[in-house]
């Protein structure tokens, strides 16, 4: 059988990039605390909304879910003051990049494989990230950044990754997803892309079976192999 010819790799980012899912949660905790509501997320429960993409779209869920009756004037007040606590904590570097991310991203860029994001969080979010762990090169580094925008559904609708694919010039069989979570395995999958699961720490013990392959973190030789690149 022929082996195929993997032109570009698309990484998730919060799970899977970095472990970022536990200061999002403590952003939204502070942030209702600033606006003296009575909501404190257990990590049991942020581990549920993680099935819903969008800081926005779990706290309409959640009001929803409890009958807050909250406006949608105080929902978007809410995430504007949680984003900005949570950039605030990522500038204290209270985060860690996941294994084997920088020895991934090193092998595709010597290989001249592009790498591509597709992303439920914000691009101002994304790139405030990216910068923290790469620096001046993190401009260069991806080729295309695909966050929500207007009339674009959310994961776990291929979407997000319909659109990297695009301005990738890539087709779905010549490209390998990186994801942590059920909705961006979803997501992948729903455009027809091979996907190479790494459970995080909200995620693990999850059932991915519909993963092409599932590891520990992106150190495990298997990745590389799957890609080409070994």
Not at 123 to 148: C, H, R, Y
Request: hydrophobic share 40%.
């Amino acid at each position: 059988m022929m082996q195929r010819i993997i032109k570009a790799c698309i990484f998730d980012v919060d799970g899977t990039i970095a472990e970022t899912e536990g200061i999002h949660l403590q952003a939204f905790n502070e942030a209702f605390k600033e606006f003296k509501i009575a909501w404190n997320w257990s990590k049991p429960t942020y581990k549920a909304l993680l099935e819903i993409a969008g800081s926005e779209n779990r706290i309409r869920y959640f009001n929803s879910k409890t009958k807050s009756n909250f406006s949608n004037d105080l929902i978007r007040e809410l995430v504007k003051q949680k984003t900005k606590i949570y950039q605030e904590k990522l500038l204290n570097k209270s985060f860690y990049v996941r294994p084997g991310v920088f020895e991934l991203v090193d092998a595709l860029k010597k290989r001249k494989i592009k790498i591509g994001v597709a992303t439920s969080t914000s691009m101002d979010n994304a790139m405030k990230l990216f910068s923290l762990i790469w620096g001046n090169e993190a401009q260069k580094l991806f080729s295309v950044i695909s966050t929500p925008k207007l009339n674009v559904h959310n994961k776990p609708a291929p979407d997000l990754y319909n659109i990297a694919l695009q301005d990738l010039k890539v087709r779905p069989e010549n490209v390998v997803a990186i994801e942590d979570s059920k909705i961006g395995l979803k997501s992948a999958k729903a455009a027809s892309i091979s996907t190479i699961l790494a459970p995080s720490e909200f995620t693990r013990g999850d059932n991915f079976s519909d993963a092409d392959l599932i590891v520990k973190n992106l150190l495990d030789p298997r990745v590389k192999k799957f890609l080409g690149l070994s």
